[in-house]
């Protein structure tokens, strides 16, 4: 018998892997065909190990089982553990892992992985990659062996009390050497060889808080304001050049619409429907064998950043492929940002995207996410959208984040689709003579309250602004304005002043009111040079469109810089012993050393260091949206440190170092590095 090391579930029950014969999907003596071009591999009635290298591998078990296992080897896909087994182990990557009705042990050896049960107690052993587990109120009494503080998340979906890390710390207790949480209703989650303090708040994907956002745009689908063009209507029924299909996905739908044929689309009771149904080839120009609908808001509604969500009953059937997403208004792609995906065969499996250029042409950084049967009843899909991170979300819980690469930072419109995969597609095809209804509920999104990150067509954009220019400002108390003359007091900025001129930009220099500096009313793309150090406050800056169209406020001598409370306005620190004070969110903080940085009290601030690095900086008002960026400290050779003793963030990666000092109290296993998307070091906590 081969032996296994054994895990203690809730309830005391021993769980193993251990198995007295084994079955490989590649063995020939074992197999027969099955549907979707795997194997059927047969158990005998002994403790049995199955190796299986596709999710189209399957497992008869006989009526006199024993305790069985799946080792299941194949990558990127997701897998259900049949009826009967108890065990699975996942040795490949990027794997999606649901358990079944029994008390399942479900081992990750490597990679990223998602883990979730079903009714038992079952136990989770992660490994050494990051990974997920998702743990359902009614999933009953789960164990966690191996969690990575820092590293690995648990996804509380649909635990209406616990909606923050505050209530998550309230309702864990230290039970000898482990961790036993309260989900309410008599179910817990128990940590094996934890400790209380060990948890930080990135630990737990929670709810989204909306506090500080204001809905943009909303339909509830009480009518339907649609047109083939998009002209004068909420929503276009085709993309964004006019195409009714996606050939580079391999599909067989052709977006119909009432004005070229087949209507998908029809009101019920204030849902929209979207039906994708044979049809014969010649009914349409491109001769394909399905009709389905998309919408979207290229015409309408673009916004940059925030929280957009849709509500919806996801269709079943194999082939048919439902999606809600993102594509940037200026039709450059990628990026896409993916806020929902699934494919009809795989139910329940919610796949979550962000399509960028950083790296490779089109890298994904992509989750599956076993988030329960979506077919039969209404969920909410969403993305929160920020400068510095994107977080998905289902029914309100977050189920997976990662940085924002640098190629998103620039509006975009909404779309909603249901594809019909063809042979070769990813769903693969639909079933001959099936047919599916997506059902939407509503579309909604939602900017942010202190300065909406831009949006355009029915919303306004900031990035409207053309005052762009660069104003160097020598001695003496000055004020920089939108002024419609210009008065030379002191200093020489006549080449700025020249400069700025001719972008539309005025500049009008004269005695401040605090006897101090003051600029204001500088915009979207204009750069303050400061020379003279001193007290300087913007005073009415309007402030930048998104997190590459900055106001940016230069010190090259030692002073005091405060930003006023408007977004993504950007100080930057030449030398050490500045203190640059954040009066917003979405503001960006760069320190040269040994400077004092002072966060916003709104969070989403952005902590930045220049080629001299963080070290000896000293941050206050650090919280957990706001980010660490350290562009100069390689993030794959990084090792991150924290003492509470000292208060002090201590990151090397072999050649530079840093340490910075954290005003506030932390858990060292709060913080969590990641890529920043140019091969620096993002930290948050």
Excluded at 223 to 232: D, L, P, Q, R, T
Excluded at 468 to 474: C, E, P, Y
Excluded at 574 to 591: E, N
Excluded at 624 to 645: P, Q
Aim: with cysteine.
């Amino acid at each position: 018998m081969a032996s296994s090391p054994s895990y203690i579930n809730a309830r005391g029950v021993a769980l193993s892997t251990a198995s007295q014969h084994s079955f490989w999907a590649a063995n020939p003596g074992q197999i027969t065909s099955a549907p979707g071009g795997g194997h059927v591999l047969y158990g005998d009635g002994f403790d049995d190990i199955f190796y299986i290298y596709s999710p189209t591998d399957q497992v008869i078990l006989p009526q006199q089982a024993g305790i069985d296992t799946v080792n299941d080897d194949a990558w990127d896909a997701a897998y259900t553990l049949p009826a009967g087994v108890q065990n699975l182990i996942l040795s490949g990557g990027g794997q999606v892992a649901t358990g079944n009705a029994l008390d399942n042990l479900i081992i990750a050896q490597s990679g990223t992985t998602t883990m979730s049960g079903g009714g038992g107690d079952d136990i989770f052993v992660d490994g050494s990659g990051p990974d997920t587990i998702i743990d359902p109120q009614g999933s009953g009494n789960d164990v966690i062996y191996n969690f990575k503080n820092g590293v690995d998340h648990v996804s509380l979906v649909g635990c209406s009390g616990l909606t923050s890390f505050a209530a998550v710390q309230a309702a864990m207790t230290q039970v000898g050497a482990d961790v036993v949480l309260n989900m309410g209703d008599g179910q817990t989650l128990t940590f094996r060889n934890e400790t209380i303090s060990h948890f930080g708040a990135n630990d737990f994907y929670l709810p989204l808080n909306t506090s500080g956002m204001k809905l943009s745009f909303d339909d509830e689908f009480n009518s339907f304001s649609a047109s083939a063009n998009g002209v004068g209507t909420t929503w276009m029924t085709a993309m964004s050049y006019g195409e009714r299909t996606l050939p580079a996905n391999s599909e067989a739908e052709y977006y119909s619409d009432s004005s070229v044929g087949v209507n998908p689309f029809a009101i019920n009771n204030g849902v929209l429907d979207i039906t994708a149904a044979p049809t014969n080839p010649s009914s349409n120009p491109l001769g394909l064998p399905y009709t389905s609908g998309v919408i979207t808001t290229y015409k309408s509604f673009s916004q940059l950043y925030g929280y957009f969500e849709m509500r919806a009953e996801m269709p079943a059937g194999a082939g048919f492929w439902p999606a809600f997403w993102l594509l940037p208004e200026n039709n450059a792609w990628p990026p896409e940002l993916d806020v929902t995906e699934q494919i009809g065969s795989m139910p329940g499996i919610d796949y979550v995207t962000a399509h960028t250029n950083v790296g490779k042409f089109n890298n994904m950084i992509s989750s599956g996410v076993d988030v329960g049967n979506t077919t039969q009843g209404f969920h909410t899909y969403g993305v929160n959208w920020t400068p510095t991170t994107i977080t998905w979300y289902f029914d309100g819980q977050a189920i997976a984040t990662c940085a924002t690469p640098a190629d998103m930072h620039s509006p975009m419109y909404m779309i909603v689709n249901l594809a019909v995969g063809a042979k070769g597609s990813w769903p693969g095809p639909a079933n001959a003579g099936s047919k599916a209804v997506m059902q939407i509920d509503y579309v909604r999104a939602y900017a942010y309250d202190s300065g909406n990150p831009s949006s355009s067509g029915s919303q306004t954009s900031a990035a409207a602004a053309s005052n762009k220019g660069t104003a160097k400002l020598a001695s003496g108390p000055v004020q920089v304005s939108n002024a419609t003359t210009h008065t030379l007091t002191t200093g020489s900025v006549a080449t700025a002043e020249q400069d700025a001129t001719e972008r539309g930009h005025a500049i009008a220099l004269g005695q401040a009111a605090d006897a101090g500096y003051a600029a204001s009313g500088l915009a979207a793309g204009s750069t303050v040079e400061i020379t003279t150090g001193g007290r300087v406050t913007l005073n009415a800056a309007v402030g930048g469109s998104s997190a590459t169209n900055m106001l940016t406020v230069k010190f090259s001598r030692t002073g005091t810089l405060t930003l006023n409370a408007r977004p993504f306005i950007a100080a930057i620190g030449a030398t050490p012993g500045d203190t640059l004070i954040a009066g917003a969110s979405f503001q960006t903080l760069t320190g040269a050393g040994d400077d004092k940085l002072v966060g916003s009290v709104d969070g989403h601030d952005l902590f930045r260091d220049t080629a001299a690095g963080l070290n000896g900086d000293t941050i206050s008002g650090f919280m957990a949206t706001d980010v660490i960026d350290l562009t100069n400290l390689a993030f794959d050779r990084s090792h991150l440190t924290y003492s509470a003793a000292t208060s002090v963030l201590s990151i090397t990666d072999g050649h530079q170092a840093s340490a910075i000092k954290l005003v506030g109290a932390f858990d060292a296993a709060g913080f969590t590095a990641a890529s920043d998307g140019h091969g620096g070091t993002m930290i948050t906590y």
